[in-house]
């Protein structure tokens, strides 16, 4: 009941979807996709798999973009990447190499 709790908070916090409860997370530090198959956290100094991933490529591909938006930002060919500062997060979004990161600043 409290993880479901912290996650609808952090929602309507972050608003980063599946990456929330992860965000909220005290002892996570970084958060890296660079594979629809697998998210990647570093947690307390360590690098480690997580069972988050994302159905198809496309799927990534969606949620970059969805993110993107959220920002008022549009991600193409001639600007595959941004890097969004956020109350104390650094987002990073990439269409070209498909993959994102968020670094807690």
Do not use: W
């Not at 996709?33 to 956290?41: A, E, G, L, S, T």
């Not at 956020?86 to 968020?102: A, D, E, H, M």
């Amino acid at each position: 009941y409290n993880l479901k709790i912290k996650y609808n908070i952090s929602k309507m916090i972050f608003g980063l979807g599946v990456v929330d409860p992860l965000v909220v997370d005290k002892s996570i530090s970084s958060i890296t996709c660079d594979n629809f198959d697998k998210i990647i956290i570093t947690k307390d100094a360590k690098i480690m798999d997580t069972n988050l991933n994302f159905n198809s490529e496309d799927d990534l591909r969606s949620y970059i973009n969805q993110i993107a938006l959220k920002f008022n930002k549009k991600l193409s060919d001639e600007n595959p990447l941004e890097i969004i500062n956020y109350k104390n997060l650094k987002i990073q979004l990439s269409i070209n190499p498909l993959k994102f990161g968020v670094a807690k600043i």
